[in-house]
């Protein structure tokens, strides 16, 4: 079992940076893919980013390319989500999620634990 939780979120203004934390404890939480998800109301759950647990590649969503980095702190965890250049768009709630390994090798699929998410609203 693994227990994810974010936080770092808030209300920012259009242009400005937030940076989100995830933190995992129990039972072999350091041996996990991290991945970040965003949903917003009514819409269907976007991948955001991900980072792996062997080497730290890293991959993102087409949407936050440029603007968004995810890292994993050393010692490898908490993991965090450095977001610049916000905009009204990026509004939702962000959640992260843990996978024992991607399904197909596929960054954004094999998730199995996640967290309750934390609220990014960004004004324009």
Same mark, same amino acid.
């Given at each position: 079992? =693994?227990?994810? =939780?974010? #936080?770092?979120?808030?209300?920012?203004?259009?242009?400005? #940076?937030?940076?989100? #934390?995830?933190?995992?404890?129990?039972?072999?939480?350091?041996?996990?893919?991290?991945?970040?998800?965003?949903?917003?109301?009514?819409?269907?759950?976007?991948?955001? /980013?991900?980072?792996?647990?062997?080497?730290? /590649?890293?991959?993102?969503?087409?949407?936050?390319?440029?603007?968004?980095?995810? #890292?994993?702190?050393?010692?490898?965890?908490? =993991?965090?989500?450095?977001?610049?250049?916000?905009?009204?768009?990026?509004? @939702?709630?962000?959640?992260?999620?843990? /996978?024992?390994?991607?399904?197909?090798?596929?960054? @954004?699929?094999?998730?199995?634990?996640?967290?309750?998410?934390?609220?990014?609203? =960004?004004?324009?």
């Amino acid at each position: 079992q =693994v227990q994810l =939780v974010e #936080s770092g979120g808030g209300l920012v203004q259009a242009g400005d #940076s937030l940076r989100l #934390s995830c933190a995992a404890s129990g039972r072999f939480s350091t041996s996990y893919n991290i991945g970040w998800f965003r949903q917003a109301p009514g819409n269907e759950r976007e991948f955001v /980013a991900a980072i792996t647990k062997t080497n730290d /590649a890293t991959y993102y969503g087409d949407s936050v390319k440029g603007r968004f980095t995810i #890292s994993r702190d050393n010692p490898k965890n908490p =993991v965090t989500l450095q977001m610049h250049n916000l905009q009204p768009g990026d509004t @939702a709630i962000y959640y992260c999620a843990a /996978a024992w390994q991607f399904a197909d090798s596929n960054p @954004a699929s094999g998730y199995d634990y996640w967290g309750q998410g934390t609220q990014v609203t =960004v004004s324009s």
